[in-house]
């Protein structure tokens, strides 16, 4: 069966490769799913080194965001709503667990622990409204883990952004 965009699956964890990518399998068919409107640390990249300590710290908040992302989804029924591909060939799309509900969405969790910043689309208008209030929520959650340097944010690191201009 093909990846259908606006729909609602159930698919099954392969691995998680970061803070906000997914390797899922639905209905036999591998895929990358990236989080949309959130952007987790970046990861170590086989071969890549650098003795730049601000870089080291972003590294190490890249494997907690991957864990605290796994302690959310592991053992626990995935909902993914795709709704396109990026440049990368992964699938953007909304993350749950159980049902489709802002309590139980993956990204304002990570936003409020401060395990990612946000990664906002520009000028993005055409949204559903329980797209806007996951839109809205993730801002809000970013901004609450920063007043209360949650997570990364209480650690002073460069963000995501920063860091692939660096390496």
């Known amino acids: 069966m093909m990846i259908i965009p606006n729909k609602r699956i159930k698919p099954t964890l392969k691995f998680i490769a970061d803070g906000d990518t997914l390797k899922l399998n ?36 890249a494997i907690k965001s991957q864990e605290f992302l796994g302690s ?10 795709p709704y396109e591909l990026d440049q990368y060939n992964r699938w953007l799309c909304d993350w749950y667990v159980g049902t489709v509900s802002a309590t139980n969405n993956i990204q304002l969790q990570m936003c409020l622990a401060g395990m990612c910043a946000y990664y906002l689309p520009f000028q993005h208008y ?42």
């Open 26 to 61: 639905y209905d036999g068919q591998d895929f990358h799913s990236r989080a949309r409107w959130i952007d987790a640390p970046e990861m170590q990249k086989p071969g890549q080194y650098s003795d730049n300590p601000q870089i080291l710290k972003h590294w190490q908040w």
């Open 126 to 167: 055409d949204f559903t409204t329980r797209e806007l209030s996951l839109y809205t929520g993730i801002i809000k959650n970013c901004a609450k883990a920063y007043k209360l340097k949650s997570g990364f944010w209480g650690d002073n690191i460069l963000l995501p952004h920063e860091v692939k201009k660096l390496v």
């Open 72 to 81: 959310l989804i592991t053992r626990k029924p995935l909902i993914i709503i």
